[in-house]
């Protein structure tokens, strides 16, 4: 047996091994530094507030320890540091769109668990007939629909080994067969522009509301969030899918033996169940809930909440169900950026920053196109959350100085914050679809380029034409 002596020197083997350790050190010695120094034209507070904010973002972004940790070091910072006491600090954490964002997870789980998400997507897919392209698009619209009720890596996680087991039945060649791009993209795609649609498509949106409502105490109800989301998601996933069907355009094919593949599959569920019919009426309710009461009462975090009592209730799903689907990094990184925006926009901060970096008044139409290809930039490399975390504070205080619709600028910057066409990890479900092996990053780039060009055209035209007059 060959035997392999690594002859590098032990102190470079040492660093490599604990670099992550090293820079930390390094990391938190720079931030104990700067403690030290005082900026003129700002106070104390918003001067630490600052640093807090820079070392949450350098954490958040390279991941050196996780994200749930760093939110709860930034619980200890903002007290310890004297900048809001560690009451107030604490109760901050403990925000309605917290609740919404973890009765979300629940709500997902149960309607996971019951069959009912299966059962509608098995039957949409057999609608399906010998047309490659019928089926790509019904994976697409499949994806994008129950993007609106579910979390988009939830769908992503439910939808692809369906798509698989259809690219394995037709024998698609990974990286070769058009047809084998087209349906995974076509599923990352869909379930990308469905999850800003809604406030259950991604937390990312729920977060910018609760900023929004936290810091200015402005609310925004879920017939609102649709009023500024559809403008933007409706001709993105029809010009959406026709762009990468013509950049993907599938090999003749005949897939008849996949829409068999998902008839019998189909075939083989037990009839529609009791646990399916209560799941579907809980639903419902809870969209009817947040419609009429979302927006006042007790509000859209106490509509969910009963929601997913019910859920237990009718013993359709269990605790134990729910602790293996909620995603508590995702939740305490959450009440960990409302509480760092919000104490943000309690000190100068954010009017250091405007002055500093020369944020001029400008029509609403070019800001928001501004701070919108900002977001859809920095999406592609770290997640959507941390973008609306790191941006969404610095640009409602920049839009209260220079009396902007702060509503138009949160849409903006939550809406092409989920965007990440280019980069798998912009976000898990685009992650989950390039683990296939049937596309490459450069393919992703080829038709995420022009998606996020489409993007920013969506987002001019709505701004202009429908969002100011609301």
Not at 21 to 42: G, H, Y
Not at 239 to 256: A, N, S
Not at 411 to 436: D, E, K, N, Q, R
Request: proline share 3%.
């Amino acid at each position: 047996m060959k035997v392999t002596i690594d002859n590098r020197p032990i102190f470079l083997l040492f660093l490599l091994r604990y670099y992550k350790f090293f820079l930390l050190i390094a990391i938190f010695s720079l931030f104990i530094f700067l403690l030290n120094f005082e900026v003129n034209n700002l106070s104390k507070e918003g001067y630490r507030i600052i640093l807090v904010f820079l070392l949450t973002a350098i954490l958040w972004s390279t991941n050196l320890i996780p994200t749930a940790i760093t939110s709860l070091l930034v619980l200890v910072l903002i007290p310890a540091l004297s900048i809001l006491p560690a009451k107030k600090t604490f109760s901050l954490f403990g925000n309605e769109p917290l609740f919404f964002i973890l009765s979300a997870f629940i709500i997902s789980s149960a309607t996971e668990k019951s069959g009912l998400s299966k059962r509608i997507t098995l039957l949409i897919l057999s609608k399906a007939t010998r047309n490659a392209k019928k089926l790509a698009f019904l994976i697409y619209i499949t994806g994008l629909l129950m993007s609106f009720f579910m979390p988009e890596h939830a769908v992503a996680v439910f939808l692809f080994p369906i798509v698989m087991g259809i690219a394995e039945v037709l024998k698609l060649e990974k990286k070769k067969s058009n047809f084998g791009k087209l349906l995974f993209i076509s599923l990352a795609y869909g379930t990308i522009i469905g999850g800003i649609a809604t406030f259950l498509g991604g937390a990312r949106n729920a977060l910018a509301v609760g900023l929004l409502e936290e810091i200015w105490g402005i609310k925004i109800s879920f017939i609102d969030w649709l009023k500024y989301s559809l403008p933007v998601v409706i001709p993105l996933s029809i010009i959406g899918f026709i762009i990468i069907f013509k950049i993907f355009k599938p090999e003749p094919i005949d897939i008849e033996i996949a829409t068999k593949k998902i008839k019998r599959e189909l075939e083989t569920l037990p009839p529609f169940t009791f646990t399916e019919l209560i799941a579907l009426l809980i639903i419902l309710i809870t969209i009817c809930g947040w419609i009429l009461i979302g927006h006042k009462g007790i509000g859209f975090a106490g509509v969910s909440i009963i929601s997913a009592v019910l859920f237990f209730i009718f013993r359709v799903i269990e605790w134990q169900d729910v602790e293996k689907n909620i995603n508590w990094s995702a939740f305490f990184m959450y009440g960990g950026a409302i509480t760092l925006g919000t104490v943000f926009a309690q000190t100068d901060a954010g009017t250091f920053f405007i002055n500093k970096f020369g944020i001029i008044k400008t029509d609403i139409i070019i800001y928001a196109l501004i701070v919108g290809s900002v977001a859809i930039l920095i999406t592609e490399f770290i997640s959507n959350a941390t973008v609306v975390a790191l941006l969404l504070p610095i640009i409602l205080k920049s839009g209260i100085n220079l009396d902007t619709d702060l509503k138009i600028l949160t849409a903006s910057i939550a809406l092409m914050s989920g965007l990440a066409f280019m980069l798998p990890v912009g976000t898990p479900s685009h992650l989950i679809c390039y683990s296939s092996g049937f596309y490459s990053i450069k393919d992703s780039i080829k038709a995420g380029f022009l998606l996020n060009i489409l993007s920013l055209i969506s987002l001019f035209v709505a701004v202009k034409f429908i969002w100011v007059r609301l």
